[in-house]
């Protein structure tokens, strides 16, 4: 589990370029892939410096079977996990590169909202490469999707931190229909698992 900083969980492809396939947040739980000792092509780096909480395989099973609270947490981030999975797959494979960068970001915020204030901004623990290869695109296409958004008065930015502005008109362009209030956004982009 990660205390403080991020993290991500990649593999390596035929050609051995690095793919990204999630980023992972203080309070979230990783690595439960290796629970499948047939899936060892994932690896898991850290971000940025930071504290993590490793839990053995005993304690977990002995948690799992003792513990009915611990065992709900688990199912709930377990269908989390694929909930948030499947539905990247569609919005990467559907999407444009814009809604693609908006969903992030919004989803981003949500969950470090704890840690954002109440101004909205974000440090991104993860590079602009980084986010590009989790979401498909060129480090190149993100540069302009966020110089977008900034000519829209939609983010500020400045270095790894953003500014979301324009909540609604983020929003507006992931869903593709008049802007939501904030409760909306959490339903749309947050975790629902505690």
């Given at each position: 589990?990660?205390?403080?900083?991020?993290?991500?969980?990649?593999?390596?492809?035929?050609?051995?370029?690095?793919?990204?396939?999630?980023?992972?947040?203080?309070?979230?739980?990783?690595?439960?892939?290796?629970?499948?000792?047939?899936?060892?092509?994932?690896?898991?780096?850290?971000?940025?410096?930071?504290?993590?909480?490793?839990?053995?395989?005993?304690?977990?099973?002995?948690?799992?079977?003792?513990?009915?609270?611990?065992?709900?947490?688990?199912?709930?981030?377990?269908?989390?996990?694929?909930?948030?999975?499947r539905r990247?797959?569609?919005?990467n494979g559907?999407?444009?590169?814009?809604?693609?960068?908006?969903?992030?970001?919004?989803?981003?915020?949500?969950?470090?909202?704890?840690?954002?204030?109440?101004?909205?901004?974000?440090?991104?623990?993860?590079?602009?490469?980084?986010?590009?290869?989790?979401?498909?695109?060129?480090?190149?296409?993100?540069?302009?999707?966020?110089?977008?958004?900034?000519?829209?008065?939609?983010?500020?930015?400045?270095?790894?931190?953003?500014?979301?502005?324009?909540?609604?008109?983020?929003?507006?362009?992931?869903?593709?229909?008049?802007?939501?209030?904030?409760?909306?956004?959490?339903?749309?982009?947050?975790?629902?698992?505690?």
């Amino acid at each position: 589990m990660v205390g403080s900083g991020a993290a991500k969980s990649f593999y390596y492809d035929a050609d051995g370029n690095e793919r990204i396939t999630a980023f992972y947040l203080p309070g979230e739980v990783f690595g439960l892939e290796g629970l499948n000792r047939n899936n060892l092509s994932i690896a898991n780096k850290m971000l940025v410096t930071g504290h993590l909480f490793r839990i053995p395989f005993s304690q977990l099973f002995y948690l799992l079977s003792r513990d009915i609270q611990f065992s709900k947490y688990l199912v709930e981030l377990l269908s989390y996990e694929t909930f948030d999975a499947r539905r990247m797959s569609i919005i990467n494979g559907h999407y444009t590169a814009e809604v693609r960068l908006a969903y992030f970001l919004l989803n981003l915020w949500t969950r470090l909202k704890a840690q954002c204030h109440q101004d909205h901004v974000l440090t991104l623990p993860m590079t602009r490469i980084e986010i590009g290869n989790f979401l498909g695109l060129t480090p190149e296409t993100i540069s302009r999707c966020l110089a977008l958004f900034k000519k829209n008065n939609w983010i500020e930015s400045r270095g790894r931190k953003i500014k979301l502005v324009d909540m609604d008109s983020l929003t507006q362009l992931v869903t593709g229909t008049s802007a939501w209030n904030s409760r909306h956004i959490k339903s749309l982009c947050g975790k629902t698992a505690a």
